[in-house]
């Protein structure tokens, strides 16, 4: 079955650099995700991106995240001066057009020391 | 706006009993309905969803839940809970009306004892 895969799995990063996550995508999936999830709490959305643009953000996509679909395959999230509350489970997700399921990938622990 | 509202932080079962996690949502339009699984560092697994058709929806696992059109629910079952059932339990709702994100819940973990 066709998986969302993301990169690296866990990373632990000083406060202030920049990081970036990698996520691939299923082949022919048109919508991708960035969410989050705190320690025990709820799994957050950040932004959505279609069609080389993005689409929706919430709130806490502020202007130090960024996303980029480099190559047509890999979809990066962009955290330019991390914070200690940027720790978190980053979790990329892909959609078809006009599908009605989301695949999640496994997940990046980003740890902010 | 859409919200999703899991109203118990925990659940605790007897193995081999019927489990019931809970779930309302708030949405304008009609609702697409998820719930996923999370097992310990692990990512979110797809258990089932609700799109359209019959309110009865069966899922990974022997999984279903039942979509409540009158009551805005949601709520996730299984008859008889196994022990590898203990997790943590999101529901999500979308509506394509307010935008193509999910929506989650805060999450319920179900403590399966044998």
């Known amino acids: 079955e066709p998986e969302v895969t993301q990169t690296p799995s866990h990373q632990v990063t000083q406060m202030g650099q920049e990081v970036i996550l990698r996520c691939v995508p299923i082949?022919?999936?048109?919508?991708f995700y960035w969410y989050r999830q705190i320690l025990g709490q709820k799994v957050e959305f950040l932004v959505s991106?279609?069609?080389?643009?993005?689409?929706?953000k919430s709130e806490i996509f502020d202007d130090q995240f960024s996303v980029e679909r480099p190559d047509g395959s890999n979809f990066t999230l962009k955290i330019r001066s991390t914070k200690l509350e940027d720790s978190a489970m980053y979790f990329c997700?892909?959609?078809?057009?006009?599908?009605?399921?989301?695949?999640f990938g496994s997940g990046t622990r980003l740890t902010v020391v | 706006a859409q919200s999703v509202a899991q109203p118990e932080d925990q659940v605790n079962v007897a193995e081999g009993n019927p489990l019931t996690v809970k779930c309302t949502y708030s949405v304008s339009g009609n609702p697409y309905l998820f719930w996923y699984v999370q097992y310990p560092n692990r990512g979110l697994q797809f258990l089932l969803k609700?799109?359209?058709?019959?309110?009865l929806v069966k899922g990974s696992y022997g999984f279903e839940a039942e979509f409540n059109k009158s009551q805005t629910s949601f709520h996730l079952k299984k008859p008889s809970a196994l022990v590898s059932d203990s997790a943590l339990y999101f529901c999500a709702v979308e509506s394509r009306d307010a935008g193509n994100m999910l929506t989650f819940g805060g999450g319920t973990r179900l403590m399966v004892k044998p």
């Open positions: 991106f279609y069609n080389n643009e993005i689409s929706e």
């Open positions: 997700a892909s959609r078809e057009q006009g599908g009605n399921g989301y695949t």
């Open positions: 609700y799109i359209t058709g019959d309110n």
């Open positions: 082949s022919n999936h048109l919508y």
